[in-house]
């Protein structure tokens, strides 16, 4: 069954730890994105990515980094967590122009 | 910047009654979508109309655009408390590549 996976669901770590979010789709779309959407609020896109080896920051500048050795694997790391950094990141994928797929989300709290 | 503005932001209706959301944008589109999200899940694609369609229907959802006003509305109508839950607009603006731009949503709350 195609589907968009996210781990871990829920994290929660100390201040300048290096943390990696996992997004993989079974697909095949050569588009993924990354979100980051604060509780009741907008989504705001933070990175792209278009096919492999090919990635770009979004809308909305972030301290993380992407990666995207593989079409179906979309990596966000972030080296040094910090407490603003505490929001949900959602992961989707997508042919161009069409729907997007999200996956269902990670809710990180850094302390 | 947010493309898209959404009206209400919060609704409140009883099962049974129609709900209408509206959403305006401000830059010329290739498509707009509609999504629905649960509290703390990821996003679901609802619908999606092209800038060349003026009406589109999909079970009880019925979601009109006009590109002259820059504006679509989204309406449930019967609505369920499994309706309940938050709905984006998002818009794929014409030199954007595909890259979806979201108003900040509407929360429904549909009460049996």
């Keep these: 069954e195609a589907d968009i996976y996210q781990t871990p669901r829920y994290l929660v770590i100390g201040t300048g730890k290096k943390i990696t979010l996992e997004c993989s789709q079974t697909m095949g779309h050569d588009k993924m994105y990354w979100y980051q959407q604060d509780p009741g609020m907008e989504l705001h896109l933070i990175h792209y990515s278009y096919g492999v080896n090919s990635t770009e920051k979004g809308d909305l500048s972030s301290e993380s980094t992407v990666s995207r050795i593989r079409t179906e694997h979309f990596p966000l790391t972030l080296e040094s967590a910090r407490p603003s950094h505490t929001s949900q990141y959602l992961c989707a994928s997508s042919e161009i122009f069409n729907e997007q797929f999200f996956g269902p989300g990670t809710r990180l709290t850094v302390l | ?112």
């Design chain 2, 1 to 112: 910047s947010q493309q898209g503005e959404e009206d209400p932001q919060a609704l409140s209706i009883q099962e049974g009654e129609n709900a209408t959301m509206n959403c305006s944008y401000k830059t010329s589109i290739n498509n707009l979508q509609w999504y629905r999200q649960n509290s703390g899940r990821g996003l679901v694609h609802l619908i999606l109309i092209r800038s060349n369609e003026r009406e589109k229907h999909s079970g009880r959802l019925r979601v009109t655009l006009d590109t002259s006003k820059k504006s679509s509305s989204l309406l449930i109508t019967a609505s369920r408390a499994a309706d309940t839950a938050s709905y984006f607009c998002a818009t794929v603006p014409t030199d954007s590549w595909g890259k979806l731009q979201f108003g900040a949503g509407t929360q429904v709350v549909v009460t049996p």
